[in-house]
């Protein structure tokens, strides 16, 4: 059995009691916690089955001179980001302020570079606005930027009824905001206890009731309802399912902005890997997990499903080569990381019946394209939500009837209205994302893939978005549901992990410390708080200072 390779020469020699750790993926989750295991003293290696890091934020790059990233696009709350590129080997500053007064100004970057002096040192981070051009089917459009004035101008444009109604929103959707993600955002919901001590602010807060039902309290134009509840589809989540807790991705936005990293989400991810590198962290590719290797407390294999006994001792590559760990940590597919890694003699909470029965998000339908900059302007944001002619009834099409509808709504990123660095001269790059139900729906994408692609580029067209687009492609691919599935590993080819309905969400969420296996540990999408790149690199802090605990180590300072 092979041990995790030393420690780089130019770091000082961990200590006879420094313990290693495995994190099996390299996604946003789990190189933000590989960073903070670093700070903590832990030896980390992490293994990633992909030829590159990134997992769900994989950057491509072309022949043809294009560069995509093929997930997620929309950066929020920057001083998360600072946080982990101020870290340091020994300094953990996991007691520090998780919202330092001063980012809480209200005072959000509208120019410039944002994210702190450390994160300047590693990627480049500016402020996008407005926020999404919403465009309606009618042809009118909502640019959303957060600033109440604007916010106010337009609805007195497009739903004049509105107004009042949007102010009510906005005073009860902060009040969730301080309250859910503020005071409780970085709480692990370990316990029934835990859950239950927030019960009763939930219900004060009304914010048990679904998100489309907790808008449509307040405003009577479909439109408006539809501005202010699409924001949980880019987390996976149904707005008709979701609890009203999500309200709060509102203030998250009002408050920190939207931003971008020059040259890309894949940017960031590098300069994550060389953050952690720095650190002495070790990286290993095309290192595909086979199993968590588990046994009993006394070494021995874990033979009957039973309580107590099972320890993550390290993990077995699909070529058959075994590495040792004292911890083990899942940035994978949670219902995949049970159901095929963590032997099932080993699971009594994370069992097959519970795991398969689990709700999974949608999936997704994403084509990836270039083409000719002819010169007109284009009637585009940065980030575009097209929307459909139907909302709730396509909705629950994708979640619950599993089927592609009649018509569709779209998410189109341009991310070289930016950053023209990401297309060769005098073109453009891009993608539109549209949600489609996951593996479930038994659909063939080899023959449903294309029609719907050509749909996608049709109703663009048809909108005045790119005109003539399909005479000015220059490059064409796209991912659909097999991709989640096959490649990454996503059960069933969900996007975003179990769907964060209200019943999946606090302690009803995957734990990030396991119930069933001694030191295994989940980090990222599919773990608490949930999905979207914030809640991600909350995640990992959530799940250090777990391990920090578990191991006695102190959450500032590791001699």
Do not use: C
């Amino acid at each position: 059995m092979t041990t995790l390779p030393a420690p780089r020469a130019d770091l000082p020699l961990p200590s006879l009691t420094r313990k290693r750790a495995i994190i099996v993926g390299a996604g946003i989750g789990g190189l933000s916690l590989g960073i903070r295991l670093q700070s903590l003293g832990f030896e980390t290696t992490i293994v990633e089955r992909l030829d590159g890091p990134g997992g769900r934020a994989y950057q491509k790059r072309t022949p043809d001179g294009y560069v995509f990233d093929m997930g997620p696009t929309v950066l929020t709350v920057p001083h998360f980001i600072e946080e982990l590129f101020a870290l340091e080997r020994g300094h953990a500053h996991l007691n520090a302020p998780d919202y330092p007064p001063e980012t809480l100004s209200g005072e959000r970057v509208k120019e410039g570079v944002s994210g702190g002096p450390r994160t300047s040192e590693y990627v480049t981070l500016v402020p996008i606005l407005p926020f999404y051009r919403i465009a309606f089917h009618d042809g009118t459009f909502f640019d959303y930027d957060g600033d109440p004035e604007s916010t106010r101008r337009q609805i007195a444009d497009l739903a004049p009824e509105d107004l009042a109604g949007y102010e009510r929103f906005h005073a009860d959707a902060e009040a969730i905001f301080r309250r859910g993600f503020l005071e409780l955002g970085y709480t692990h919901f370990g316990d029934v206890g835990t859950m239950m001590k927030v019960v009763p602010d939930l219900l004060r807060l009304d914010a048990v009731r679904t998100l489309f039902s907790f808008t449509s309290k307040y405003f009577q134009s479909d439109k408006m309802r539809q501005v202010f509840s699409f924001e949980t589809l880019l987390v996976g989540g149904n707005p008709l399912s979701v609890p009203a807790i999500y309200a709060m991705i509102h203030f998250v936005e009002k408050t920190w902005g939207i931003h971008y990293a020059m040259g890309g989400t894949g940017a960031l991810v590098r300069a994550f890997v060389r953050k952690f590198e720095e650190l002495g962290g070790v990286m290993r590719y095309g290192a595909g997990v086979d199993e968590i290797l588990v046994t009993d407390r006394r070494g021995g294999p874990v033979r009957f499903p039973g309580r107590g006994g099972r320890v993550a001792r390290g993990v077995r590559l699909d070529g058959g080569e075994e590495l040792t760990a004292d911890i083990v940590v899942s940035n994978g597919d949670w219902a995949n990381t049970y159901l095929k890694r963590v032997p099932a003699a080993a699971r009594v909470v994370n069992s097959d019946p519970r795991v398969r029965a689990a709700r999974q998000s949608m999936s997704l339908l994403v084509i990836y394209f270039g083409f000719k900059d002819d010169g007109g302007p284009l009637p585009l944001k940065h980030h575009n939500i097209l929307l459909g002619p139907r909302y709730e009834g396509l909705l629950g099409e994708i979640f619950g009837k599993k089927v592609l509808g009649e018509d569709f709504s779209q998410y189109l990123h341009v991310p070289t209205l930016t950053d023209p660095t990401l297309a060769p001269a005098g073109h453009h790059a891009a993608y539109t994302l549209v949600p489609v139900p996951h593996n479930a729906s038994g659909l063939d994408w080899a023959v449903e893939g294309p029609r719907l692609v050509d749909r996608a580029f049709a109703d663009i067209e048809a909108r005045g978005m790119i005109p003539r687009l399909r005479e000015r492609l220059t490059h064409l691919e796209y991912i659909d549901p097999n991709y989640f599935e096959q490649t990454l590993d996503s059960y069933l080819g969900n996007a975003f992990g179990p769907e964060p309905m209200l019943v999946q969400s606090a302690y009803f969420r995957p734990h990030n410390r396991s119930e069933d296996v001694k030191n295994l540990y989940l980090v990222g999408a599919g773990a608490q708080p949930g999905g979207g790149t914030p809640s991600v690199m909350m995640s990992a802090k959530m799940t250090a200072r777990l391990i920090a605990s578990d191991f006695g180590i102190h959450p500032d300072v590791q001699n």
